[in-house]
T-cell receptor
Framework: DQQVKQNSPSLSVQEGRISILNCDYT??????FLWYKKYPAEGPTFLIS?????DKNEDGRFTVFLNKSAKHLSLHIVPSQPGDSAVYFC??????????????FGQGTILTVHP | NAGVTQTPKFRVLKTGQSMTLLCAQD?????MYWYRQDPGMGLRLIHY???????AKGEVPDGYNVSRLKKQNFLLGLESAAPSQTSVYFC??????????????FGDGTRLSIL
């Protein structure tokens, strides 16, 4: 049972354009969502997050949008740069002490930004 | 600042052999996690620990054991390796969840092949 899904295995974008990566979830108990970026031969690095009490969070070129009713979130990268080429993972977790910060990950989307 | 360090980076085993993967973090984090990453599957939680001397099962614990004798170290053991355990293993750590964002910090992974 895949509780977090990234239905696009890959995305190709031209430098300077917007990249939009999508993520859907099924567990209504999730109330915190994170995006991680991963380069080859490295571990995932935290990029941006959003709490379920918000519908948008921005950090520089990166913006995450959350639509709770649709159980959908998206990551927008504007403008896209070649250095953004990586695998992007969406992750979700429940808040509260008994969740112990455990994350449920999507399958990942490979983003390629062409110069 | 080393962050999360995983040892070894690569290893090839024969079916039935045993080995231990070591994870060390220098951030004084309470929580530690072991994940495996397989193609098309994202990262899946194997075991986790919420403090020294404690461990708990994650999503895919079968065939693995863990120990956390010291706060900074989290060991993952394979008692009798099987080809299905060929994967990339990631260790992560985070501060204790105090109701706000505590992203997990990842090591660079151990690539394990079981022949």
């Amino acid at each position: 049972d895949q509780q977090v899904k990234q239905n696009s295995p890959s995305l190709s974008v031209q430098e300077g354009r917007i990249s939009i990566l999508n993520c859907d979830y099924t567990n209504s108990m999730f109330d915190y969502f994170l995006w991680y970026k991963k380069y080859p031969a490295e571990g995932p690095t935290f990029l941006i997050s959003i709490s379920s009490i918000k519908d948008k969070n921005e950090d520089g070129r990166f913006t995450v949008f959350l639509n709770k009713s649709a159980k959908h979130l998206s990551l927008h990268i504007v403008p896209s740069q070649p250095g953004d080429s990586a695998v992007y993972f969406c992750a979700a977790r429940r808040a509260g002490g008994t969740s112990y910060g455990k994350l449920t990950f999507g399958q990942g989307t490979i983003l390629t930004v062409h110069p | 600042n080393a962050g999360v360090t995983q040892t070894p980076k690569f290893r090839v085993l024969k079916t039935g052999q045993s080995m231990t993967l070591l994870c060390a973090q220098d951030m004084n984090h309470e929580y530690m996690y072991w994940y495996r990453q397989d193609p098309g599957m994202g990262l899946r939680l194997i075991h986790y620990s919420v403090g020294e001397g404690t461990t708990a099962k994650g999503e895919v614990p079968d065939g693995y054991n863990v120990s956390r004798l010291k706060k900074q170290n989290f060991l993952l053991g394979l008692e009798s390796a099987a080809p299905s355990q060929t994967s990339v293993y990631f260790c992560a750590s985070s501060l204790r969840d105090r109701g706000w964002d505590q992203p997990q910090h990842f090591g660079d992974g151990t690539r394990l092949s079981i022949l």
